[in-house]
Structure formats: C-alpha cells, structure tokens
C-alpha cells in the first residue's frame, strides 16, 4: 500500500530562532585595517556592523546552527527526536565530508532523522523552503528544520586588497520549524528557482589555480578566498529583484497589495531600495536590517523573519514572499501563506 500523499499538505513555520557571534565588528574596527571609512562603507551598503566568529576558539557554522536550531524547537514546542529531517542551507560547511548537517542532527538528538546540506549561496534558505515544502507533500515528512547558516568572515580578506568582500559580509544562523498541518490553506502557494551558470565566475572561491576563470588572474592569496565582481553581481542583482517578484505574484494570480511581507536576502541597502520603490512598497512592507548584520548569506532571509516575528508584525493568514539573489549565479523566490 503505498504511504504518499494524495492531496495538499498544510504546512505551518512552527518556530523561528536564530544566532550570531557576540563578536561585533563596526566599520569603525575595519578602518583600523584597510583604506575605508565609516561613511564610505554605510553610503554604498548601508552596513553599519557585522558579527564574526572567532575561528581560532573553535566557532563555526555548527555552533551558530545548532543554537538556532534549538531556539527554533523551543519556539515550535517541539522536542528534536520529533524532526523527520534536518535541512542545513550554507556554503560554509565544516567539511566536505560529512555534512554538517549530519552532526547537528547528532548534537541535538533527533534519533536518525534525515540530514543533509543544501548550497545555494545567498538562495539557500529559499531555495530550502521550496525543497522542504515538496519533499513534505509527499507525506513522509511531518516536521522538518530548515537551517540558514554561514560564516563568511573566514574567507574573506580583512586587508585593504580584500576590501570589497570584508565590508559585506557577516556570520549568523536563522532556523525555521516547518510541520505539517491540517489547514490545506497554510503552506507555498507560488515559488521559483533559477540558475545562471555562464556568470560563475562572478562570485566564486577558487581553491586551486585551475579554478580561477580565464578573465582573472591569478593570484595566490586569493585561494580559498571569496572572488567577487561586485559592479556585475550589482547590476545582476537590480535587475534580477523585480522581475522575480513579478513573475511570482503571476503564478499566484496576485499583485504586490495583496503580499504582507517581502522578506528579502540583505545584500546591499542600494538594491533593497531599489526593489521597494520599483514595486511603490512601504517601509513597514518590506523590512531592512542590513545596517546590524551585514550580508549573512542564507542566514540573512530568517534574520529579517526573526525581526518581524519578534516584534510581533507576523499575523496567521498573512502572505510574505521570501526573495533570495546570489552566487550561482541563482535567484528565487517562495511566496507563503501563513
């Protein structure tokens, strides 16, 4: 007999809980290292900090995750031995083998749930909704924890020569509890995921001198490093933004009025702006707090969650549309009923 769902799956974000390093780095700290100022960094970002982990004290990508995890479970009235599943989204992970996912799911106890790492750069948690919300259809997952995690701070160079990628970016987890409900009506109604792979090179880590593309060259300190082009990730971005938010509200049948929320990846304040004047959005529609984390990858999407859950701004029946852009190069959305 077989077990699969036949018809829609309702599905509930349960628990939000998210992390960041004590750490704090202010712009004020980055001028001490390299030719850049405060109000340089807060014109062309609007980053005002960012938090880092201390790599030599042993943090990493899975103690961020495991404590939002956990804050998640607390947050759902859920204990870890109920997940079905772990989905980490990062492209930090510890190892290349194993997963980090699976050690989370080990040091929180979820007795053999299923486990695995999902890399999508700064789509990762969009894209990992997407992929928990299928694999929930079929009935074989009931509760699953979406993790968002990265630590960029470790491959990027705090040096004038590194400038542009130091000034970005900033390390934190964000982890959502997704469980299944009877209400058919919670849950995805329009999603998209897109790729364009011929602009890898436009934001990429060469780990050796073969990965470095044919218009770069070669430079030593930069393996293991975060290789950018910030002009073209720029330009893709702008353009990008609104045409996925356009082409999502025509799968649902719906126009930007009828979104409560776009929570949106937290790449640059320029962009940000960009995207809400295009679509005529208020403030209070379209959360920013790049100014306190910086670009946290795919733990950014669950960090502007986490705001507006906390202050208390996400109401059950709301629509939010979670929008994700970055190396790939990919972009995305997943537009939700709450």
Not at 53 to 81: F, N, T
Not at 193 to 208: A, V
Not at 225 to 245: D, Q, R
Request: hydrophobic share 40%; proline share 3%; net charge negative.
């Amino acid at each position: 007999m077989s077990h699969y769902q036949t018809g829609p799956v309702g599905v509930e974000i349960a628990g939000i809980g998210t992390a960041v390093p004590d750490n704090v780095v202010t712009n004020a700290d980055l001028e001490k290292v390299m030719d850049t100022s405060d109000e340089w960094i807060r014109q062309r970002t609007g980053i005002e900090q960012r938090h880092r982990i201390r790599s030599d004290q042993g943090e990493s990508v899975k103690h961020l995750a495991h404590d939002a995890v956990l804050r998640a479970l607390d947050a759902a009235g859920m204990k870890a031995d109920e997940l079905d599943l772990i989905v980490l989204s990062t492209m930090s992970s510890e190892m290349t083998c194993p997963p980090t996912a699976c050690r989370l799911a080990a040091e929180i106890g979820t007795k053999n749930a299923g486990a695995f790492d999902l890399s999508a750069a700064c789509c990762g948690f969009v894209f990992g909704l997407n992929t928990a919300y299928g694999l929930m259809q079929t009935g074989q997952y009931k509760n699953v924890a979406l993790i968002g995690a990265d630590t960029l701070t470790n491959i990027v160079e705090y040096s004038t020569k590194g400038r542009n990628g130091a000034i970005l970016f900033g390390d934190a987890a964000g982890a959502v509890i997704l469980r299944k409900t009877p209400d058919s009506d919670k849950g995805l109604i329009a999603q998209t995921m897109h790729s364009d792979g011929e602009r890898w090179n436009d934001l990429y880590i060469p780990e050796t001198k073969f990965d470095f593309h044919e218009g770069d060259t070669f430079d030593e300190w930069q393996l293991g490093k975060l290789h950018m082009n910030g002009h073209s990730v720029f330009k893709f971005a702008v353009g990008t933004f609104p045409l996925v938010i356009e082409q999502t509200l025509e799968r649902a049948g719906l126009s930007a009025d009828d979104v409560d929320h776009f929570i949106c990846h937290q790449s640059n304040r320029r962009i940000l702006d960009a995207a809400r004047n295009r679509f005529g959005l208020a403030e209070e529609k379209f959360h920013i707090n790049i100014q306190r984390y910086a670009n946290t990858v795919a733990a950014s999407v669950p960090l502007v969650l986490n705001d507006l859950v906390t202050a208390d701004r996400v109401k059950p029946g709301q629509r939010v549309m979670f929008v994700g852009f970055g190396g790939g190069l990919t972009w995305g959305t997943s537009l939700w009923q709450l």
